[in-house]
């Protein structure tokens, strides 16, 4: 199975900071990464798709990038509406799998 | 509008049995692989099951491999899992998502609870 790990599993951050996570593959999966935003009691919710391609109607503070085993979502500038639960999946290969996500908080 | 409607939650005994659906409108059901991903309480998504377009090719999870199926009726538009065996730690939301691998659309989540 393809491990993904991110980092960190928790940020603490202001609005209008600029905000990083990382998400690393145990074997390269080319593109086939997504990244998810999730509120608590909410269903999750696609923000990249293939690494760095941007789901219609997400803001364009949000970016991906990378490939192969590495990989960044950005966001430029956090908004109030940012603080939530991220989690990156690997659709490489079966079983598809998540990161542990990383919850940012409000400094 | 797209919409995944999940229903069939319940609370179940260990070793029981229980079946979810999920209806599917506002696309076109026949041009997607369909899944579904479940989520413990306090904790992160578990991708469970995939089916692809006519229901011909099937995958899972190995946790839950000879317990769960899934299945799709493309006539009434619609995914089910079929969950026996069940044990404490199938205790989750289960959310069917639109797409094998690149979930883009997910249903509200209807929520299994595996206790004595």
């Known amino acids: 199975d393809i491990q993904m790990t991110q980092s960190p599993s928790s940020l603490s951050a202001s609005v209008g900071d600029r905000v990083s996570i990382t998400c690393r593959a145990s074997q390269g999966i080319r593109n086939h990464l997504g990244w998810y935003q999730q509120k608590p009691g909410k269903a999750p919710k696609r923000l990249i798709y293939s690494a760095s391609y941007l789901q219609s109607g997400v803001p364009s503070r949000f970016s991906g990038s990378g490939s192969g085993t590495e990989f960044t979502l950005t966001i430029s500038s956090l908004q109030p509406e940012d603080f939530a639960t991220y989690y990156c999946l690997q659709n490489n290969s079966y079983p598809r799998t998540f990161g542990q996500g990383t919850k940012v908080e409000i400094k | 509008e797209v919409q995944l409607v999940e229903s069939g939650g319940d609370l179940v005994q260990p070793g029981g049995s229980l079946r979810l659906s999920c209806a599917a409108s506002?696309?076109?059901?026949?041009?997607?692989?369909m899944s579904w991903v479940r989520q413990a309480p306090g904790k992160g998504l578990e991708w469970v099951a995939n089916?692809?377009?006519?229901?011909?090719?099937?995958n899972y999870v190995d946790s839950v491999k000879g317990r769960f199926t899934i299945s799709r009726d493309n006539a009434a538009n619609s995914l089910s899992l079929q969950m026996n065996s069940l044990r404490a730690d199938d205790t989750a939301v289960y959310y069917c998502v639109r797409n094998g691998g690149a979930f883009d659309m997910w249903g509200q989540g209807t929520t299994v609870t595996v206790s004595s």
């Open positions: 506002g696309f076109i059901f026949t041009s997607h692989w």
């Open positions: 089916i692809n377009f006519d229901g011909s090719d099937k």
